[in-house]
């Protein structure tokens, strides 16, 4: 894509005033930045969304090149670029990867003369990446939008081997166990449904882990009543970021007829994001917890970039190289 690059009279002017500048001490050095300053703003002609956001400004449309220590600040009409992209959509859930349910969606975009490989795209949605919530508001796109929407593919995952009990420290570091009376504070909280469950976990007879959401439910009248619901599939639930006690989530270890209760510990939430184990995590049990529940898993960004982000590119230049040959 190439846009049309405008460049302001105060850019020029200073552009102008940076060579003169320069030129008292080399007149080499002058004219070698003004070219390297030239040159990158082709490039933003070409690709402009490759600059990064201005911080102070947050404008995605308000970006910047560096060029040595100088900032080429610009802005983009989003006029300009309609119809320029095509664009699709993953729904990529971590408890693919790692023992926690956490589904995100993804969305890529492309420059529409990018060609892309077959093996990237289908004609149809794929189950394993569009699930019906995703189809149905594609479906109830215009059509301009539907011209440039895109099924992504990519290969399936291994099976996860990993789960919510290999993750758990035996003495954890950052919290504590609750004492009793708070255990049974949650397990009164549990609905007969969800008791049972824990007490078909200690007829198991081996250690069972598992995980316990509060959560505001109707009580049949007006009010709702907060409930512990617990769930024992291996499977945690999706971490959150620590904004009230409901957020957060609790371990439930049962053993026989002992039962056990505390918060998860940063470290484990950690582990549920798929950080390595060399990962320094902040030391207030809020702001680790809050790293972790904000965040993407990071085998899911690692799936996609290796199998979508990265072959849409290496793709792209290698076209790119042999149209230059």
């Not at 007149?27 to 490759?50: D, K, M, N, Q």
């Not at 995980?211 to 291996?234: C, H, L, M, W």
Request: proline share 7%.
């Amino acid at each position: 894509m190439d846009l049309e690059l405008r460049w302001s009279p105060e850019a020029s002017e200073d552009l102008e005033a940076i060579a003169e500048y320069i030129a008292r001490d080399s007149g080499h050095y002058a004219r070698a930045v003004v070219s390297e300053v030239l040159s990158v703003s082709r490039t933003i002609a070409e690709f402009p969304f490759i600059g990064r956001t201005v911080p102070e400004i947050g404008d995605e449309n308000i970006r910047e090149r560096f060029v040595y220590s100088y900032r080429l600040v610009y802005r983009i009409d989003p006029k300009t670029i309609k119809g320029g992209y095509r664009v699709g959509a993953l729904v990529i859930d971590a408890k693919e990867f790692l023992p926690q349910s956490r589904p995100r969606l993804f969305i890529v975009g492309t420059l529409q003369n990018m060609t892309l490989p077959d093996e990237l795209h289908a004609e149809t949605p794929h189950p394993a990446w569009h699930p019906r919530s995703l189809i149905k508001s594609v479906s109830s796109m215009p059509s301009d939008l539907l011209e440039a929407w895109v099924w992504w593919q990519m290969p399936m995952p291994e099976s996860r081997t990993a789960h919510l009990i290999d993750l758990i420290e035996h003495e954890p570091e950052g919290v504590k166990w609750h004492t009793p009376q708070k255990t049974e504070q949650l397990l009164e909280m549990m609905s007969p449904l969800h008791q049972r469950k824990v007490q078909a976990a200690q007829r198991i007879g081996k250690v069972v882990v598992g995980t316990i959401y509060r959560r505001s439910r109707p009580n049949g009248q007006t009010k709702s009543v907060q409930r512990a619901e617990v769930r024992f599939d291996g499977t945690a639930g999706c971490l959150r970021t620590p904004s009230g006690g409901s957020s957060r989530q609790t371990i439930i270890l049962i053993e026989g007829k002992s039962i056990q209760t505390r918060l998860l510990s940063p470290r484990e939430a950690a582990r549920l994001m798929g950080l390595p184990e060399t990962y320094q995590l902040p030391k207030r049990y809020n702001d680790a917890y809050h790293l972790a529940g904000d965040g993407l898993a990071v085998p899911v960004v690692d799936h996609l970039a290796r199998h979508l982000l990265a072959p849409i590119v290496d793709h792209h230049l290698k076209l790119a190289r042999r149209e230059a040959a």
